[in-house]
């Protein structure tokens, strides 16, 4: 990160963390409601009374009084140089900025194919319990065959304001969501020739503005989802399948000029302002299903091998 800044007289150039801002003359520009600003009270291009030891006092050099309803041309306020009268203000701003972001997550899950639900399960909550839960898994673990992974961080989406009883204040208690992954799945079945059959919900959140302030609680941030819920797919030990096709493409061009003039080639773009900005955004699942054997020792680590005769015949199948 680097800034540096250069001035040759009234021209003033600075370089702002690679942004190009440029001032030109002796004064900027209004800009925005600043022009309306200008023309409006007392504080602005207009005479301005104030108080002196008991008397009134106009300190201004135009003749509009400062409780004149009427505003004033907001070139009043700057003066005036060389013997036409006239000066140059200028200010320039120029960004090119270029983001990549890439996402990637890995998760695995083990997942029996046995359906039967589990006395001690429930749907997974991530992040407690109650009114101070940060999300609940939309495919639990009620069941054997189910299995949720959650992979991210969570952040605040919104406050939920409880008025304060007695003359207390309110209070806000912030709700989360998660800016990452979450990967649910369920197996229906394995089958003898070695298919898996399968569905599964993944959803990936990701940060899109930081800017919404809700008052007396916060900053609250807003979150752009995608998800994709599967119906039943079958598919072979250690085969990948691929889903993609959620594709996000956004493109914006905001142009603002004046009349006429911003349309005149070259010069046209001393008199115009150009906004082009383009998203695109593509969620790409890949799923390898391994079937995990215990009958030859476990493929993955997994099963047990009897190490002695004598403990080799208490598992016997005989």
């Given at each position: 990160?680097?800034?540096?800044?250069f001035?040759?007289?009234?021209?003033?150039?600075?370089?702002?963390r690679?942004?190009?801002?440029?001032?030109f003359?002796?004064?900027?520009?209004?800009q925005?409601?600043?022009?309306?600003?200008?023309?409006?009270?007392?504080?602005?291009?207009k005479?301005?009374?104030?108080?002196?030891?008991?008397?009134?006092?106009?300190?201004?050099?135009?003749?509009?009084?400062?409780?004149?309803?009427?505003?004033?041309?907001?070139?009043?306020?700057?003066?005036?140089?060389?013997?036409?009268?006239?000066?140059?203000?200028?200010?320039?701003?120029?960004?090119?900025?270029?983001?990549?972001?890439?996402?990637?997550?890995?998760?695995?899950?083990?997942?029996?194919?046995?359906?039967?639900?589990?006395?001690?399960?429930?749907?997974?909550?991530?992040?407690?319990?109650?009114?101070?839960?940060?999300?609940?898994?939309?495919?639990?673990?009620?069941?054997?065959?189910?299995?949720?992974?959650?992979?991210?961080?969570?952040?605040?989406?919104?406050?939920?304001?409880q008025?304060?009883?007695?003359?207390?204040?309110?209070?806000?208690?912030?709700?989360?969501?998660?800016?990452?992954?979450?990967?649910?799945?369920?197996?229906?079945?394995?089958?003898?020739?070695?298919?898996?059959?399968?569905?599964?919900?993944?959803?990936?959140?990701a940060?899109?503005?930081?800017?919404?302030?809700?008052?007396?609680?916060?900053?609250?941030?807003?979150?752009?989802?995608?998800?994709?819920?599967?119906?039943?797919?079958?598919?072979?030990?250690?085969?990948?399948?691929?889903?993609?096709?959620?594709?996000?493409?956004?493109?914006?061009?905001?142009?603002?000029?004046?009349?006429?003039?911003?349309?005149?080639?070259?010069?046209?773009?001393?008199?115009?302002?150009?906004?082009?900005?383009?998203?695109?955004?593509?969620?790409?699942?890949?799923?390898?299903?391994?079937?995990?054997?215990?009958?030859?020792?476990?493929?993955?680590?997994?099963?047990?091998?009897?190490?002695?005769?004598?403990?080799?015949?208490?598992?016997?199948?005989?």
């Amino acid at each position: 990160s680097n800034s540096f800044a250069f001035r040759s007289g009234s021209n003033f150039v600075v370089s702002d963390r690679g942004e190009f801002l440029g001032a030109f003359g002796g004064l900027l520009p209004p800009q925005g409601d600043q022009f309306s600003t200008i023309a409006g009270g007392a504080e602005s291009a207009k005479a301005e009374t104030v108080t002196a030891t008991g008397e009134l006092a106009t300190v201004a050099s135009e003749s509009i009084a400062a409780t004149s309803p009427a505003p004033v041309n907001p070139g009043v306020a700057y003066p005036f140089s060389g013997a036409n009268n006239y000066n140059y203000f200028d200010f320039v701003r120029g960004l090119i900025e270029s983001n990549t972001t890439k996402v990637l997550a890995s998760p695995t899950l083990i997942i029996n194919e046995n359906s039967e639900p589990i006395a001690s399960g429930a749907a997974v909550t991530v992040g407690g319990s109650g009114t101070a839960a940060l999300n609940t898994a939309s495919i639990g673990r009620p069941f054997a065959n189910e299995s949720f992974v959650t992979v991210g961080a969570q952040e605040i989406v919104s406050y939920t304001v409880q008025a304060g009883q007695n003359g207390a204040p309110n209070s806000c208690q912030p709700e989360f969501g998660t800016a990452g992954l979450t990967f649910g799945a369920r197996v229906s079945r394995i089958d003898d020739n070695g298919f898996v059959t399968f569905s599964m919900s993944p959803e990936i959140s990701a940060v899109i503005a930081t800017d919404v302030r809700i008052e007396g609680c916060g900053t609250v941030n807003t979150l752009t989802t995608r998800r994709l819920d599967t119906g039943e797919v079958r598919v072979r030990d250690g085969q990948t399948l691929i889903l993609t096709g959620v594709i996000s493409d956004y493109d914006q061009a905001v142009v603002r000029k004046w009349p006429v003039l911003g349309d005149i080639p070259f010069v046209g773009q001393f008199f115009r302002d150009s906004i082009n900005r383009r998203e695109k955004r593509e969620l790409v699942i890949l799923v390898s299903p391994r079937i995990i054997r215990d009958d030859n020792g476990g493929n993955f680590g997994y099963g047990y091998q009897a190490a002695t005769p004598e403990a080799r015949q208490l598992v016997s199948p005989y």
